[in-house]
């Protein structure tokens, strides 16, 4: 995120899913833009935070590859 006046209070895993639940407090008592960023994935979007808004998303990364280790025999 790009405004140190908005805080991550949450970051979870969700309950039976291959999800995470997400949520950001606006801590000032501003309307504020702030910038979420999920780097694992490349989501950006810009979201607009009321005064003292609490605000909870859900989250699916992406599926990505995982190499298995090299045996000893390779």
């Known amino acids: 995120m790009d405004d140190p006046a908005v805080i991550l209070s949450s ?3 969700a309950a039976g899913q291959e999800a995470y639940v ?3 407090f ?3 008592g501003r309307r504020r833009k702030v910038k979420v960023c999920l780097p694992l994935d490349g989501y950006e979007q810009e979201l ?3 005064p003292f808004e609490l605000r ?3 989250w699916t990364p992406p599926i990505t590859e995982i190499s298995a280790p090299r045996s000893a025999a390779e």
């Open 22 to 24: 997400i949520r950001l």
């Open 11 to 13: 970051w979870r895993k």
């Open 56 to 58: 909870t998303f859900q």
């Open 26 to 28: 606006e801590s000032t």
């Open 48 to 50: 607009e935070l009321k």
